[in-house]
């Protein structure tokens, strides 16, 4: 399990905050007050204390604390090509360290086949340096690349038997990556199937 502070807002002149990993004694990251920032990051157990100044009117704190749960199944230990042949059941997929932060400069390829319908994606997590880190999953046909942390509402369905599916960090920010989850999806279509929630659109990059 990893705990992680985000979005910490605090103004200086009213005090500082400092986490500690559990009981442990020394600070994570030392003790901080910022604008709009990830403060720390913890394993299992987090401790906050905060110390106000004596003497002062201003107001103010806040900061989301998001939990992970989950391992590394990004099955991609170093650069390179990862096949499934013919998946038939579920498929959790992760980005490498998982639900720690993933590598820089970090680039691997995962090839699905499904060859009695179609593959379907949907994510659970996602947490990427905008602009530059990026998921993507093509099939020929429909391109879906995702960035930041919007998750999309609909699961990606592929037009055909195979995607790939890659997943790239650059040299510099590091964050807690993404997880999703590969289905096999029946080209049958009845009253029951969800195709009015799935998307198989085209998204592209601005850069």
Known sequence: MTIFVSNFNLDCRVGRVGFYDGPSGSMLDGAVCCFNCT???????????????EATNAT????????????????????????YVNITNDVTLTSPNFPSLYPINFVCYYNFTHLSGRIKVRFSYLDLEDDFDYVEIYDGNSTLILEGTTIPEKPFLSEGQKITLKFYS??????????ALISPFNNIITESTDFDNVIGTVFRRNH
């Open 39 to 53: 403060a720390a990051v913890a394993l299992n157990q987090l401790y906050v204390n905060f110390k106000k100044r």
């Open 60 to 83: 103010g704190m806040e900061f989301q604390i998001t939990v992970l749960i989950g391992k590394d199944e990004s099955r991609c230990t170093t650069d390179g090509f990862v096949n």
């Open 170 to 179: 650059d040299i510099s920010v590091r964050k807690h990556g993404f997880k």
